[in-house]
């Protein structure tokens, strides 16, 4: 069984920074694309940012010089650093694993203030 656990959500003041963990376990994490994704209230999901095996990685352009996605095969986890947060920032962040259909995490609340 495959599953993604979110964490490192929190309340920011814009400007401010904040690091993203998920945790997975039910695959070989080293062997499977990673992503993260979020979603703003009354909004569609959109990507943020992906990570293959190769360690090769693209970003949304909205987040791109701001946000790091990166990757600790060791222990299984993958992280989303992010810096100079803004209010447009605000959304449930999700973990993605791109392998058979695709699985999801449950998502963790980030929030950031003016």
């Known amino acids: 069984q495959v599953q993604l656990v979110e964490s490192g959500g929190g309340l920011v003041q814009a400007g401010g920074s904040l690091r993203l963990s998920c945790a997975a376990s039910?695959?070989?994490?080293?062997?499977?694309?990673m992503a993260w994704y979020r979603q703003a209230p009354g909004k569609q999901r959109e990507f943020v940012a992906r990570i293959t095996s190769a360690y090769t990685t693209n970003y949304a352009d909205s987040v791109k010089g701001r946000f790091t996605i990166s990757r600790d095969n060791t222990v299984n986890t993958v992280y989303l650093q992010m810096n100079s947060l803004k209010p447009d920032d605000t959304a449930v962040y999700y973990c993605?694993?791109?392998?058979?259909?695709?699985?999801w995490g449950q998502g963790t609340q980030v929030t950031v203030s003016s």
């Open positions: 039910g695959i070989i994490l080293s062997r499977n694309p």
């Open positions: 993605y694993a791109d392998w058979n259909r695709g699985y």
